[in-house]
């Protein structure tokens, strides 16, 4: 019988790992609160129909506890929850719910059923004030200053609860994961789409003096797959690499030989308020843990926006 995994949320990174664990001949379950006729991330990606998707409530821990049972997956991947900053202050209840309460049902019916089943949720980096690698994970929380900060330092401490209880589970730590498939909303892809389509003649950007780690989705999510061969930890996902938003923006324009700042206007009312200046790892070393599996990040500024750019 083929190994199951299941991916709770249809979002971005769940499609990309979905992929890997096709490739290894796993049977991929996709979990989701609200069932759609396409599921646009998998079908870019053309998995849609190798993909076995379900209605379930995250929040009902019977409809969860019968879930699990019955599938008996190696590993869950919580990729849901609303994810919005901005779309939080205005959903609090939505936004716990999904990001924190969610996490906590089924950490619970694990460990209730004693299940040898292993538990990863992913996690924002721009929930830490400081964050660095030693002998062991180091970090200080954020002041929470909305709900999804709340909700999001809220699920880590559970899942570090859970762990201490013996529960095989992992907090994933992302920073800002680049791919076609995100939002045109998104800083990257917002220049992408502004220089392929000149739909007009400036594009508003909000603070481009920013310092920041993107990486590469499909990059990423092979660390992630193999993250499967380690202990229960939290675990930094990123390129280790940190960049301007600045810098970001001119090797876009750079590929067709154009000056930016002829084409970008700063518009403060973009600025988001108590925006961390940098948010970034101050010492990367998640490849020496996968360094069994030759996974290193390799794909980063320059060779980022050039795959970026020239997607399908």
Excluded at 19 to 29: A, G, N, P, R
Excluded at 104 to 114: C, T
Excluded at 204 to 213: F, L, N, P, Q, T
Aim: net charge positive.
């Amino acid at each position: 019988m083929k190994k199951r995994i299941l991916i709770l949320g249809t979002g971005v990174l769940g499609a990309y790992l979905s992929e890997i664990f096709l490739k290894k001949s796993y049977e991929v379950y996709v979990g989701t609160r609200y069932l759609r006729k396409i599921y646009k991330n998998y079908k870019y990606l053309k998995i849609e129909k190798k993909i076995k998707f379900f209605k379930l409530n995250f929040l009902d821990k019977n409809e969860v506890e019968s879930t699990i049972t019955k599938l008996e997956p190696e590993a869950i991947y919580y990729f849901t929850g609303q994810s919005s900053i901005y779309k939080s202050l205005k959903k609090q209840k939505p936004t716990l719910d999904s990001n924190f309460h969610g996490v906590k049902v089924f950490l619970n019916v694990i460990h209730k059923n004693k299940l040898n089943i292993k538990f990863f949720k992913a996690n924002s980096g721009y929930i830490f004030k400081n964050l660095m690698f030693e002998k062991n994970l180091k970090y200080q929380f954020l002041k929470p200053n909305n709900p999804y900060v709340d909700a999001q330092i809220k699920a880590f401490k559970v899942v570090e609860k859970f762990r201490r209880l013996g529960v095989r589970c992992y907090s994933l730590i992302f920073f800002n994961i680049e791919s076609p498939l995100k939002n045109k909303s998104f800083i990257l892809n917002k220049v992408k789409d502004f220089i392929k389509t000149k739909k007009t003649n400036f594009l508003k950007v909000g603070d481009i003096e920013v310092i920041r780690d993107f990486s590469w989705a499909p990059e990423i999510m092979k660390g992630v797959f193999y993250s499967l061969n380690l202990k229960p930890q939290n675990i930094i996902f990123a390129s280790g690499k940190n960049f301007y938003v600045r810098e970001m923006i001119k090797f876009f324009f750079d590929l067709k030989k154009l000056n930016f700042r002829k084409f970008i206007k700063i518009d403060k009312s973009l600025f988001r308020k108590k925006e961390k200046k940098k948010v970034t790892v101050s010492k990367f070393q998640t490849h020496n843990l996968l360094k069994n599996f030759k996974w290193q990040p390799k794909i980063y500024g320059k060779k980022l926006v050039k795959k970026l750019y020239y997607a399908k």
